[in-house]
C-alpha cells in the first residue's frame, strides 16, 4: 500500500495500514530499528508456541 500523501504523523498511516490488513500479525520496521536474520520467524514461532 502507498499513500500519495505524507501528513508527517506516522500513526494515522499506521491505522490505515491496520484496517487494511488481511493478517493475524502486524509489524512496523522504523527507520532506527534493524532485525537480525530471521527476526521474524522467530517471533512468529514463539507467538504460535504459546497459543
Known sequence: M?????NGAEG???NIGFEEALCDF???LDSDD???ENAIE???NQINNNV
Open 34 to 36: 534493524f532485525f537480525v
Open 12 to 14: 494515522k498511516h499506521r
Open 26 to 28: 502486524v509489524m512496523f
Open 2 to 6: 502507498h499513500l500519495d500523501e505524507n
Open 42 to 44: 522467530v517471533l512468529y
